[in-house]
Nanobody, 115 residues
């Protein structure tokens, strides 16, 4: 059974930083691409950052230069370092992966940035 458990969200002032973690189980983590998504109230869920099994990364334009995705295969964990946070980064942040063609999501962790 695939499980993704996010942590690290919270309330932070604009300009601050947070580091999100997503611990995965039930997959061969080292060969799986991982992604971070977010969904703000009244908006569609959007891709924030992705990382392949080989460590290649991609980012939404809105977070380039501020967010960094990384992975630790020994810990089966993917991270999202978020710096220079803005109020518009406020959202529920989800971790996602795939196995056998099916997508799996974590329960999400709330990030709230106050102005």
């Amino acid at each position: 059974q695939v499980q993704l458990v996010e942590s690290g969200g919270g309330l932070v002032q604009a300009g601050g930083s947070l580091r999100l973690s997503c611990a995965a189980s039930g997959i061969i983590f080292s060969i799986n691409a991982m992604g971070w998504y977010r969904q703000a109230p009244g908006k569609q869920r959007e891709l924030v950052a992705g990382i392949t099994s080989g460590g290649n990364t991609n980012y939404a334009d809105s977070v380039k230069g501020r967010f960094t995705i990384s992975r630790d295969n020994a810990k089966n964990t993917v991270y999202l370092q978020m710096n220079s946070l803005k109020p518009e980064d406020t959202a529920l942040y989800y971790c996602k992966t795939q196995r056998s063609g099916l997508g799996y999501w974590g329960q999400g962790t709330q990030v709230t940035v106050s102005s």
